[in-house]
């Protein structure tokens, strides 16, 4: 079954392989009447979103998937229902687009020293962007018979301690959850299993992210369907008083991420973070 609003997926204003456009027609094929864009470190697909929203009766949440820092390791914050031109946010996105395209162009270096000849090249082929995020390499090592898969290519070469992996110079987690309050949005913690942390661990992220100002998790993911999954992460939504999220985290076709709306319901007791955006309205 699709649900009626999605609040977390990518088009090729990062590392999605549909328009913004193309990625809200969609939406509202499978039945999604309210959306949420969410690219990578950037806003720059919300205007196209929101004109193709009006023309075929999709609500869309303004939203972005922030990279940031905490403890040395990388988490995703999702932003929701802020100005995208407010001052502050737009310079914090100018500086993370730096730091996308330094570390873009080192993991092309480290893999074409690996003897992945071409790499670079190939990657930012795929969608002629200035900055090529780990998915573009990916999906060039899958098109050019490299690796059978997008699973095979980040566990070989681009997950963390693999030769094409490079540390991102994120912004600390406190300071992009603030970039997103300051310009009136909800900061949410995304797949919070998707970091391959113990529970413990998952906790102390959950109480740093809450102190500095985070106001919600995701629960039902598309990254992390299983209804014990859905469970778990429930359980931590109401311990930490935060507000319920839900996304599919979609790509597009052809990429192994969940069918926009594809994501598992949400548990029925939690306050979801789109009443709190209706109420902040
Ligand atoms: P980046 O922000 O450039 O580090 O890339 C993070 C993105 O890589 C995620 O949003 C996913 O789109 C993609 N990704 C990470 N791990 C995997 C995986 N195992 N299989 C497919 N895509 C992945
Ligand atoms: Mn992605
Ligand atoms: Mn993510
Ligand atoms: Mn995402």
């Given at each position: ?46 205007a ?27 988490f ?26 330094a ?36 999906r ?13 290519a ?9 030769v ?43 109480d ?74």
């Amino acid at each position: 079954m699709t649900a009626a609003y999605d609040l977390h997926c990518h088009s090729t204003a990062s590392d999605g392989h549909l328009t913004p456009a193309a990625v809200v027609q969609r939406a509202a094929e499978q039945g999604v009447a309210t959306l949420a864009l969410t690219d990578h470190d950037t806003v720059a697909g919300l205007a196209e979103a929101r004109s193709a929203a009006a023309g075929c009766g999709v609500r869309l949440i303004p939203g972005v998937e922030l990279s940031v820092l905490w403890q040395g390791r990388t988490f995703h914050v999702v932003g929701l229902g802020f100005d995208p031109d407010e001052p502050g946010l737009q310079d914090g996105l100018a500086r993370m687009q730096r730091a996308r395209q330094a570390r873009g162009e080192a993991i092309g270096e480290r893999l074409e020293r690996a003897g992945l000849s071409g790499a670079r090249e190939g990657a930012r082929a795929v969608a002629g962007a200035a900055e090529i995020p780990r998915a573009h390499y990916a999906r060039w090592m899958v098109d050019s018979g490299k690796v059978r898969g997008y699973e095979e290519a980040f566990k070989r070469y681009l997950r963390r301690g693999r030769v094409g992996y490079v540390h991102g110079d994120w912004v600390a987690m406190e300071e992009g959850i603030e970039w997103i309050c300051r310009a009136g949005g909800i900061a949410v913690l995304a797949h919070p299993l998707g970091y391959d942390l113990t529970g413990a661990w998952i906790r102390r992220v959950l109480d740093a992210f809450a102190a500095a100002g985070g106001e919600g998790m995701e629960v039902a993911c598309g990254t992390s369907p299983d209804p014990r999954q859905v469970g778990q992460l429930g359980g931590w939504c109401r311990r930490y008083a935060l507000l319920a999220s839900t996304g599919s985290d979609f790509h597009g076709p052809g990429h192994p991420s969940r069918e926009l709306g594809a994501a598992p319901p949400l548990p029925g007791d939690l306050p979801c973070v789109l009443e709190a955006l209706d109420e902040r309205r």
